[in-house]
């Protein structure tokens, strides 16, 4: 069973940054894409950083460029999203997600396995 756990999530103050932790049980990561997405109370969810199964390639939703940055371990057990210049804005339930599907972007592909998600809230 394919199992993504996340991890790094909290209360932090505007201006702030967390680490998130996406760990995959069972599995390797080398052969997925990998998403983070979040969902605010009221909203859609949305998708916010992806990378590559190589690691070469990244996206970013236009509201975290510049603040966030998506990277991998060379174990290939885990990925981080390491986010700064955090904003109220920002709080909501952040979920990773694996895929093998292919896309023009790891953004806009259908993702098949996800995490529980872990809670981040920026306020002062």
């Known amino acids: 069973q394919l199992q993504l756990v996340e991890s790094g999530g909290g209360l932090v103050q505007p201006g702030g940054s967390l680490r998130l932790s996406c760990v995959a049980s069972g599995f390797t990561l080398d052969y997925y894409a990998i998403g983070w997405f979040r969902q605010a109370p009221g909203k859609e969810r949305e998708g916010v950083s992806c990378i590559s199964r190589s690691g070469r390639t990244t996206n970013h939703a236009d509201s975290v460029k510049g603040r966030f940055t998506i990277s991998r371990d060379k174990a290939k057990i885990a990925v981080y999203l390491q986010m700064s210049g955090l904003k109220p804005e920002d709080t909501a339930v952040y979920y990773c997600?694996?895929?093998?599907?292919?896309?023009?972007?790891?953004?806009?592909?259908?993702?098949?396995?996800w995490g529980q998600g872990t809670q981040v809230t920026v306020s002062s």
């Open positions: 997600a694996a895929t093998r599907r292919y896309g023009s972007s790891c953004l806009s592909i259908v993702y098949d396995y």
